[in-house]
């Protein structure tokens, strides 16, 4: 196929809407629901929102410009736009869409799979009254390997999570196989609606149990205080990079797929403005449900929070439990807006490959989907063993706090210092009516960078006074470091293929 005919060619989101439903839904994830209102207790309560909305507006929204607005220039996925940028500045994009994929992907696809599971145990609530107990030894089978830390301690597959981990891997391959308006969009429209709903009935329904004004009020009440330490406003940025689906080359592909008229500025607002805005609500449920399990246990609330996971697959079905009446409506109701939640964002990282394969290599959407769902399900089974808990710890741990970081700096040194921010906030101007001002330069150029690589830095420092969590160094090295490594490498390699055709063709005027 020619170049011009391919450009004619691109996948093209049906409407508007359906893109801003798409990006919506990469965004808003098991991020939102349980990391958020944990981010926001342990850092100050309401006073992180403070930072949380400074990431948002500074380098939330200026990031998720810069990616839109290249994907919409170039008109193709991360590779392909740096690719027209710089030959030598292709590595970035394939690492991204390597790690993210995977990285990200492998265990993600676990944790929904863990969801599906609870969804289905939520009918007869299964899990029983002790369910630490149920979650560590019945449901993960970890007890051993939790207990010796040594992650090289695999055990076999735990059968349940294989199982559920199949439905998810075919879930994406059905959806993105579909292609953009078919698949993507259609989906996403379907999803994003029903999500809403329920979480909106979740939320309602968690704010009128006795004892839920208390956990709201603890969840707001601001401690200033805490504001002076840098590890809150880390947290902060850390969450709005995860949680935007910065640094993967997401937003990037999906913008690839708009016309020529598009509102990036002021999309890039509502993309991100919605999904702040969904995080700080849910925040409210889960509060108002911590605030229920104080009251009835008569606990003391510090006692009661729990870290991410434990929120959902510990506290939660402890709650679901407690509850007089529906209790099971209510689990099949939470969990099952968790699944929806990650899935629509599971979707938009396998797209984000696969329109970068096929930018390159021209590879046929259906072959190309299919093998890498099927080599990302491998992939993800070592992350349903027996000792895969702690192998999601630190590989997620790595991926947080430096993968996304990395990315992240090196795309606002590319777009902001090889291409020109200036250049770039031209090309979103002329095609759209909401203007993208010029100190977006100087935090594309300057800000963003300078904030990313002191993050960057005492990330480091942490890192090296003692190996994260309590593991072996070897594990550390092996496992975490390594994984940035080799996707860095394979990176490398893939973008030192030749093109099938000069990917700068596609380049919008
Ligand atoms: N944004 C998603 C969340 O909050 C996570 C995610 C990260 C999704 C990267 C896609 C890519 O859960």
Same mark, same amino acid.
């Given at each position: 196929?020619?170049?011009?005919?391919? *450009?004619?060619?691109?996948?093209?989101?049906?409407?508007?809407?359906?893109?801003?439903?798409? !990006?919506?839904?990469?965004?808003?994830?098991?991020?939102?629901?349980?990391?958020?209102?944990?981010?926001?207790?342990?850092?100050?309560? /309401?006073?992180?929102?403070?930072?949380?909305?400074? *990431?948002?507006?500074?380098?939330?929204?200026?990031?998720?410009?810069? +990616?839109?607005?290249?994907?919409?220039?170039?008109?193709?996925?991360?590779?392909?736009?740096?690719?027209?940028?710089?030959?030598?500045?292709?590595?970035?994009?394939?690492?991204?869409?390597?790690?993210?994929?995977?990285?990200?992907?492998?265990?993600?696809?676990?944790?929904?799979?863990?969801?599906?599971?609870?969804? $289905?145990?939520?009918?007869?609530?299964?899990?029983?009254?002790?369910?630490?107990?149920?979650?560590?030894?019945?449901?993960?089978?970890?007890?051993?390997?939790?207990?010796?830390?040594?992650?090289?301690?695999?055990?076999?597959? #735990?059968?349940?999570?294989?199982?559920?981990?199949?439905?998810?891997?075919?879930?994406?391959?059905?959806?993105?196989?579909?292609?953009?308006?078919?698949?993507?969009?259609?989906?996403?429209?379907?999803?994003?609606?029903?999500?809403?709903?329920?979480? !909106?009935?979740?939320?309602?329904?968690?704010?009128?149990?006795?004892?839920?004004? +208390?956990?709201?009020?603890?969840?707001?009440?601001?401690? &200033?205080?805490?504001?002076?330490?840098?590890?809150?406003?880390?947290? !902060? &940025?850390?969450?709005?990079?995860?949680?935007?689906?910065? /640094?993967?080359?997401?937003? =990037?592909?999906?913008?690839?797929?708009?016309?020529?008229?598009?509102?990036?500025?002021?999309?890039?607002?509502?993309?991100?403005?919605?999904?702040?805005?969904?995080?700080?609500?849910?925040?409210?449920?889960?509060?108002?449900?911590?605030?229920?399990?104080?009251?009835?246990?008569?606990?003391?609330?510090?006692?009661? #929070?729990?870290?991410?996971?434990?929120?959902?697959?510990?506290?939660?079905?402890?709650?679901?439990?407690?509850?007089?009446?529906?209790?099971?409506?209510? /689990?099949?109701?939470?969990?099952?807006?968790?699944?929806?939640?990650?899935?629509?964002?599971?979707?938009?990282?396998?797209?984000?490959?696969?329109?970068?394969?096929?930018?390159?290599?021209?590879?046929?959407?259906?072959?190309? #989907?299919? =093998?890498?769902?099927?080599?990302?399900?491998?992939?993800?089974?070592?992350?349903?063993?027996?000792?895969?808990?702690?192998?999601?710890?630190?590989?997620?741990?790595?991926?947080?706090?430096?993968?996304?970081?990395?990315?992240?700096?090196?795309?606002?040194?590319?777009?902001?210092?090889?291409?020109?921010?200036?250049?770039?906030?031209?090309?979103?101007?002329?095609?759209?009516?909401?203007?993208?001002?010029?100190?977006?330069?100087?935090?594309?150029?300057? #800000?963003?960078?300078?904030?990313?690589?002191?993050?960057?830095?005492?990330?480091?420092?942490?890192?090296?006074?003692?190996?994260?969590?309590?593991?072996?160094?070897?594990?550390?090295?092996?496992?975490?470091?390594?994984?940035?490594?080799?996707?860095? &490498? *394979?990176?490398?390699? $893939? !973008?030192?293929?030749?093109?099938?055709?000069?990917?700068?063709?596609?380049?919008?005027?």
């Amino acid at each position: 196929m020619s170049n011009q005919h391919l *450009a004619h060619h691109r996948a093209k989101w049906k409407s508007h809407i359906g893109f801003l439903f798409a !990006a919506v839904g990469s965004a808003i994830g098991l991020g939102n629901i349980w990391r958020f209102p944990y981010l926001c207790y342990k850092n100050g309560g /309401g006073a992180f929102l403070i930072p949380y909305f400074v *990431a948002l507006f500074v380098v939330g929204i200026s990031l998720m410009i810069l +990616e839109i607005g290249i994907g919409h220039k170039m008109r193709g996925s991360a590779p392909a736009s740096f690719a027209s940028i710089s030959r030598k500045w292709e590595w970035l994009g394939w690492w991204q869409v390597i790690f993210i994929m995977f990285g990200i992907m492998c265990y993600y696809s676990v944790i929904i799979g863990w969801c599906i599971n609870y969804f $289905v145990y939520s009918f007869n609530l299964s899990w029983g009254q002790d369910t630490g107990n149920f979650f560590f030894n019945d449901f993960l089978q970890a007890s051993s390997v939790l207990a010796s830390k040594n992650p090289f301690e695999l055990g076999t597959i #735990v059968m349940p999570i294989f199982l559920s981990l199949a439905v998810v891997w075919f879930l994406c391959w059905l959806v993105v196989f579909k292609g953009v308006q078919k698949g993507l969009e259609r989906a996403n429209k379907i999803f994003m609606p029903i999500l809403f709903i329920l979480m !909106a009935i979740v939320v309602f329904w968690s704010v009128r149990l006795p004892g839920a004004g +208390e956990g709201i009020s603890i969840y707001l009440t601001p401690d &200033f205080e805490r504001l002076k330490s840098p590890r809150v406003w880390l947290d !902060a &940025f850390g969450q709005i990079f995860f949680s935007l689906s910065l /640094g993967f080359g997401i937003m =990037t592909a999906y913008a690839s797929y708009l016309p020529p008229k598009s509102q990036i500025t002021r999309d890039s607002f509502i993309i991100g403005l919605v999904n702040c805005i969904f995080s700080v609500f849910a925040g409210f449920g889960v509060f108002a449900v911590l605030g229920y399990m104080a009251h009835t246990t008569g606990q003391p609330f510090s006692e009661i #929070v729990a870290e991410s996971i434990g929120l959902a697959f510990i506290v939660y079905p402890k709650v679901i439990s407690m509850m007089p009446h529906f209790g099971n409506l209510f /689990g099949v109701l939470f969990f099952g807006a968790l699944v929806i939640a990650g899935l629509s964002s599971a979707v938009s990282i396998v797209e984000a490959f696969t329109s970068a394969g096929i930018d390159k290599f021209h590879h046929k959407r259906g072959s190309l #989907v299919s =093998t890498l769902c099927v080599t990302g399900f491998l992939g993800s089974i070592i992350f349903c063993m027996q000792g895969s808990f702690l192998w999601i710890d630190i590989v997620d741990h790595f991926i947080m706090q430096y993968g996304l970081i990395i990315a992240g700096f090196f795309e606002c040194i590319l777009i902001g210092w090889v291409y020109g921010a200036e250049k770039l906030r031209m090309h979103i101007n002329k095609h759209s009516v909401a203007k993208t001002y010029r100190i977006w330069d100087f935090f594309i150029c300057w #800000v963003i960078p300078l904030f990313l690589g002191l993050s960057i830095v005492q990330g480091l420092i942490t890192e090296l006074k003692a190996p994260y969590g309590g593991y072996s160094w070897l594990a550390i090295v092996l496992i975490g470091r390594d994984w940035l490594l080799y996707t860095l &490498f *394979a990176g490398i390699i $893939v !973008a030192g293929h030749e093109w099938r055709s000069d990917p700068r063709e596609r380049m919008l005027e």
